[in-house]
């Protein structure tokens, strides 16, 4: 596994070039100035400093608005780190206009999907919605409202700073964080980048709110923002709307302070132990680097791919698949200011440390006696310009991925990054090497006096107004048609043929950006005898497949992927083997073609098969502790009926390992040549593709192909469940989890269903608006997340109502109290016809949403063949949704929610936690 570089995981992983309105198609707003256009964005300028870009795509029924403020953690002073992270919590606490709830009420009123980040360089908020003039007014006019009349009260951060430090607890969970946190802080000695975003516990607790609103309302202003509209909406229009949301805004008459810090260069190595209870091993090594505006830093970029990818990385082949680690991670953080690169190795408990660390560091440091290869600097660029490209057709989150550019000096380094990409030679990649990979330039820890000390100067970042002087980019990317997400429309435009060994397919062709298409195929397979005691040979089965198939190995197989700019993602989960993937028009025949060779050739190499045990069995160990993964498992065991070997039966942590330690190679082949076939198999295509063609191909790959072990389902019925409550102690953990389980006899197609489904979403199911988050975030503030779900089926009736939090252990009574109490509440006085309006709105709204994403379209359509249904019982559903009355969920509740039955597991650190004041 590997960090890809920021600038393309937070800045080019989700961005796209899209057409826009040329500036002279229609007449600006008064005073609204036109700036530079690359690739089919533009930038306008208001009179108040605020910059907006716009970018419509009519293909996609969303649209996202996005505003970038450029601050974060790098402009907090002393006794106010953490600010930055406070202020992106406390903008959603309201306005004059806009009181108490009233944003996220709408937000989940409207089925919005939203949020706010905090980083080094920015903070931004997001919403993404159905597309319409009414949603994008209001989101503008509350940007806008809150820009400047955000009320930042005592009251609010009263409770909201608890909420905070919940998060930081939630973080300090993981050794990976806690140990990344401590190498900046020993890396940095003077710039802020050496802090944590999320601040030190102190400030946060003790932050005066005189301080916390003058520095809201020194940065939260129109000259240091940047506005961002994608996806299907009016630009005119919109550029008219925005100027008369943001335009009454003054442009301040105050000076934003440089900032100016800045670390000498390191003169020595330095390292840094972190001492806490685990099973994970971690080595790690941290490396100055240029900012991200620096050519440099694409060619740290690439260097950082050829190093740590998996699996065709320097460091996998020397760590991973020699033994010495269970995994390594790897990533550049470009910011705007000098950031670093970081290199991370895994071990389970019995690898040796220090073994892995000289070989971490041979690598690393040994690039000139083994300097990088033509084939190896190719193989990079085409990943990482693969990565970019695959963004190109995803519209809807443009706006916020586009922030990071920004943060990092302008929003055209998005695509000039690009160029750079395909223009940095092997000699640039081994000078950046032989500059920053070097031992005075490195933090592990330790200090290791030297006579000839070799100091590192990290360049400042270029004047990018000459850098960016002239440049225009490329061409924007063809638009794809207008769809209409709509049940009937997607109905008609789909096709639903069956091959002659019983393959069902479901055809959706149509015009997407990019020309890009999405799949789905689902392999079912046994029965429940055949399939006793298999689940761990099953689910290692499939990880294998994408580690060799047919002429192929691991490295040849991920190279071909990258060449035909496929995704594809395998897992099995109960009997069924899905696999996931998306390509371009063109390549889809090969990228067929391939997965047939990785379904039915698959090579199953030895030393694979003992790197991927290797990797789970680590997985496994570091989850034993996590209260996370231990309080669900905890209430998937409790009253389970089944037998061990069981396809429904939840093995413990201990008995997963003794599995993977038993099971052997030759079963995961001889499983392969049984149970996998595709008589019994589910394929839906969504996107641009000849449909003809994909119908000749997918018979002749798969029409002939049957599994020598019959297909039977598994049943879940509805199992009664005892209730209880479990404590369990999880040492040394910050952070606490809360689960709770209630068994629910019901089908998603029986006429109670829609209305527990809105209860639901009232109860615990809408974001950061529902009756638990209200409770335990909004009121106490005790906990960072709260919720509920509910898991119905189509087939079987063992349906389950679920509800999570997580908290400190100190806070485990009240989060007991408040979520019995408000169980008990739901129960016995309901909801209100407003939270019914709003729950309705939310779950139609959401739906739509996801029906426009091509994707999860196809998983969709895939589960309908697989039910024998069509998106005519989407559309009956929606129609029962909508005719759902106040009195018909109040009496659902009461027939299906019986506080005494709950099952209540908490899990955390609670021998050492003492009880919060309530």
């Given at each position: 596994m590997r960090i890809l570089p920021l600038s393309l995981v937070l800045a080019v992983s989700l961005g796209f070039s899209l057409p826009v309105l040329a500036a002279d198609a229609a007449p600006l707003p008064a005073s609204v100035q036109a700036g530079p256009s690359v690739e089919g964005i533009t930038e306008y300028r208001l009179p108040n400093g605020l910059r907006v870009l716009l970018a419509p795509d009519a293909s996609k029924p969303t649209t996202t608005v996005n505003i970038t403020y450029l601050v974060g953690s790098r402009h907090e002073n002393y006794g106010e780190t953490g600010m930055a992270h406070l202020l992106e919590h406390l903008v959603f606490k309201g306005t004059d206009k806009l009181p108490g709830k009233t944003i996220v009420q709408e937000f989940a009123k409207r089925g919005m999907r939203f949020n706010g980040t905090t980083w080094f360089d920015r903070t931004n908020y997001y919403e993404t919605f159905a597309a319409s003039e009414e949603n994008l007014d209001w989101a503008l006019m509350m940007e806008a409202d809150r820009m400047v009349n955000s009320h930042i009260a005592r009251t609010d951060l009263d409770t909201e700073f608890s909420v905070v430090r919940n998060e930081m607890e939630m973080g300090e969970n993981s050794p990976a964080n806690i140990l990344m946190q401590q190498m900046a802080a020993s890396a940095y000695q003077w710039h802020n980048y050496g802090k944590s975003t999320i601040g030190a516990r102190t400030d946060v607790e003790n932050v005066k709110i005189e301080n916390l609103q003058a520095f809201y309302r020194l940065h939260y202003q129109p000259d240091n923002a940047v506005l961002t509209i994608t996806g299907k909406f009016d630009p005119a229009r919109t550029l008219a709307k925005v100027a008369e949301y943001f335009g009454p805004i003054p442009k301040p008459s105050r000076v934003l302070p440089a900032t100016y810090t800045r670390d000498p260069a390191q003169d020595g190595a330095r390292e840094v132990s972190v001492n806490r209870v685990g099973d994970t091993q971690i080595v790690a090594v941290q490396y100055h680097v240029a900012p991200a505006s620096h050519p440099d830093a694409v060619a740290m970029s690439l260097l950082t791919q050829i190093l740590g990818d998996t699996p065709t990385g320097r460091?996998?082949?020397?760590?991973?698949?020699?033994?010495?680690?269970?995994?390594?991670?790897?990533?550049?953080?470009?910011?705007?200011?000098?950031?670093?690169?970081?290199?991370?190795?895994?071990?389970?408990?019995?690898?040796?440390?220090?073994?892995a660390r000289k070989a971490l560091l041979g690598v690393l440091e040994g690039l000139g006696k083994q300097p990088i290869s033509a084939a190896e600097l190719q193989r990079a660029k085409t990943a990482l310009l693969n990565n970019f490209d695959k963004t190109l057709s995803d519209p809807v989150a443009f706006g916020v991925s586009l922030s990071e550019a920004i943060a990092a000096g302008d929003w055209r380094l998005l695509f000039l990054q690009r160029d750079q990409i395909e223009a940095t030679t092997l000699a640039d990649v081994q000078r950046v090497a032989g500059n920053y990979l070097r031992e005075s330039n490195r933090t592990l820890g330790q200090f290791i006096p030297t006579d000839k000390p070799q100091r590192t100067e990290i360049p400042a970042a270029p004047e990018l107004d000459k850098v960016l002087a002239g440049y225009q980019g490329r061409a924007a990317l063809a638009a794809g048609e207008t769809f209409d997400p709509s049940p009937a429309n997607i109905e008609a435009r789909t096709e639903r043929l069956t091959l002659k060994n019983g393959m069902q397919l479901a055809l959706l062709p149509k015009q997407t950006r990019g020309n890009t298409v999405s799949g789905v195929l689902k392999l079912r397979m046994g029965d429940e005898k055949s399939l006793f005691k298999r689940s761990t040979v099953m689910e290692l089965s499939a990880e294998m497949l994408l580690r060799g198939a047919g002429k192929l190995n691991r490295q040849q197989l991920a190279d071909q992927l990258e060449q035909l700019k496929a995704k594809v993602e395998i897992e099995h989960s109960g009997q069924t083997l899905s696999v996931q993937f998306e390509t371009r028009r063109q390549q889809l025949p090969q990228l067929l073609a391939l997965l047939r060779s990785v379904l039915r050739e698959p090579t199953f190499p030895a030393a694979e098969f003992d790197t991927l045990r290797t990797e789970a069995l680590t997985a496994l160990e570091d989850q034993m502790r996590q209260p996370e993964a231990l309080g669900q498992l905890a209430l998937a065991r409790h009253d389970n009926p089944y037998p061990k070997g069981d396809l429904r039966y939840s093995a413990s942590f201990e008995e997963q390992i003794a599995e993977l330690k038993a099971v052997k190679l030759s079963e995961l082949k001889s499983f392969q040549q049984r149970f996998y076939g595709a008589q019994n198999a589910q394929l839906a295509l969504v996107g641009d593709f000849d449909a003809p063609a994909a119908k000749a191909q997918l018979a002749q790959l798969f029409g002939d192909w049957r599994a020598r072990e019959a297909y039977a389902r598994v049943a879940e019925p509805f199992q009664p469940v005892k209730p209880a409550t479990l404590s369990l102690e999880t040492p040394d953990k910050a952070n606490a989890a809360y689960f709770g389980g209630l068994p629910v006899q019901l089908l998603d197609s029986s006429a109670d269903y829609p209305a527990l489904a809105l209860a639901a979403r009232v109860l615990g199911g809408g974001a950061l608006k529902n009756?638990?988050?209200?409770?335990?975030?909004?009121?106490?503030g005790i906990s960072y997340g709260a919720g509920s779900w509910l898991q119905v089926g189509g087939l079987d009736d063992g349906g389950s109502l679920g509800l999570y939090a997580i908290y400190a252990p100190s806070n485990r009574l009240r989060v007991e109290n408040a979520v019995r109490e408000e169980v008990a509440k739901l129960v016995e006085a309901g909801i209100s016809q407003q939270e019914l309006d709003e729950a309705r709105s939310g779950l139609l709204q959401a739906a739509t949403i996801a029906r426009s994403q091509d994707g999860s379209l196809a998983s969709s359509l895939s589960n309908q063949l697989f039910l024998q249904r069509t998106m005519r019982f989407t559309a009956e559903q929606e129609a029962r949704v909508q005719a759902v009355t106040l009195e018909q969920v109040n009496a659902v509740i009461k027939r299906y929610i019986d506080p005494s039955k709950l099952v209540h597991v908490y899990a955390g650190d609670f021998a050492q936690a003492k009880p919060a004041a309530q």
């Open positions: 460091l996998h082949k020397a760590l991973v698949e020699k033994k010495l680690a269970a995994g390594v991670d790897a990533g550049v953080f470009e910011l705007r200011e000098p950031g670093y690169v970081l290199f991370m190795a895994q071990l389970n408990k019995t690898q040796s440390r220090d073994a009756r638990l988050m209200d409770r335990l975030r909004q009121k106490e």
